[in-house]
């Protein structure tokens, strides 16, 4: 018999793009349901997190959006026995890419979220609370902190691009230090510190290009003590997965890891930005969230 499935809806996903569809998803989750599917569309941030959180006991809750959403959802899921699938129409969709469903078509993407074998992946834990692919601290947030506040007639790239040099402008490294069980594992100015799950985070750059969401550890990028000119140049690279061999590029993976910095540096989950915070402490789950996936 199969389970009951809720689509959690976010309208403003996909920067609106799917409250402009919803029509078209609505009819599309008629087509594809029963008596044991639900939909409901989220009203305000946080949301997500209630419906699945208050979703029964076994079921399905299926994130229709992006990273963010399913950042919540995968909030209000953790530590139960429901499972999250994904309808990935969102900006990023680097979950959706984590567990190989970012490239599905929608009628595909329902009928798996309807029908999928469902399977564990890791989940990672920053400071006790969950997420599902990455965990960026440093620049990368400080760039995202600073698109909130970019001239609204920036959209898209030139958005991102007014913020990345905004960000420079201002550029003063923290002092880092990475510890595991204790023992220092680097000590020293950094740009930013990545903390996968999965290997990807920003809509597809590949960070940690060997990070695999089904080992049991955390896979952690460090970027050192890189200079303004120094960012200008990683940059390409570092969007097509050439950056691992940067000598100011330090890579480890492991179960737990602390982070503590001098002063209070800003962080994103999947995408969704937290408090600035002197220290992180970061830990896996192995097999901690259950997740629909393809037939092979």
Do not use: W
Not at 193 to 220: E, K, W
């Amino acid at each position: 018999m199969r389970s009951y499935t809720i689509f959690v809806i976010n309208p403003a996903a996909g920067r609106g793009r799917v409250g402009q569809m919803l029509g078209l998803l609505e009819a599309a989750i008629r087509r594809a349901q029963s008596s044991d599917t639900e939909m409901v569309v989220t009203q305000a941030p946080g949301h997500a997190i209630q419906i699945a959180r208050n979703a029964p006991a076994g079921s399905r809750v299926v994130a229709v959006g992006g990273d963010g959403t399913v950042h919540e959802v995968v909030r209000g899921i953790a530590g139960s026995d429901k499972a999250i699938g994904v309808v990935p129409i969102g900006s990023g969709n680097d979950f959706a890419r984590m567990v190989g469903l970012h490239k599905l078509p929608l009628e595909a993407a329902l009928h798996t979220a309807l029908q999928g074998p469902i399977r564990h992946v890791d989940l990672g834990l920053v400071n006790n609370q969950p997420y599902g692919t990455s965990l960026g601290i440093g620049f990368d947030a400080a760039v995202a902190r600073k698109a909130l506040t970019a001239p609204t007639f920036l959209r898209g790239m030139p958005r991102y691009l007014y913020s990345i040099f905004a960000v420079l402008k201002e550029l003063e490294l923290p002092n880092l230090e990475l510890t595991q069980n204790n023992q220092i594992l680097y000590q020293g100015p950094s740009l930013l510190v990545a903390l996968m799950n999965g290997s990807s985070y920003g809509g597809g750059i590949p960070i940690v290009p060997d990070a695999r969401p089904t080992d049991g550890l955390i896979s952690v990028a460090v970027a050192g003590a890189f200079s303004r000119l120094g960012v200008v140049g990683i940059l390409p690279r570092l969007i097509v997965g050439k950056h691992v061999h940067h000598p100011r590029l330090h890579f480890f993976h492991g179960t737990e890891f602390v982070v503590r910095f001098d002063r209070p540096v800003p962080a994103h989950t999947d995408g969704e930005l937290l408090e600035p915070s002197h220290e992180y402490r970061v830990q896996v789950i192995p097999d901690g969230l259950r997740v629909i996936t393809q037939r092979a």
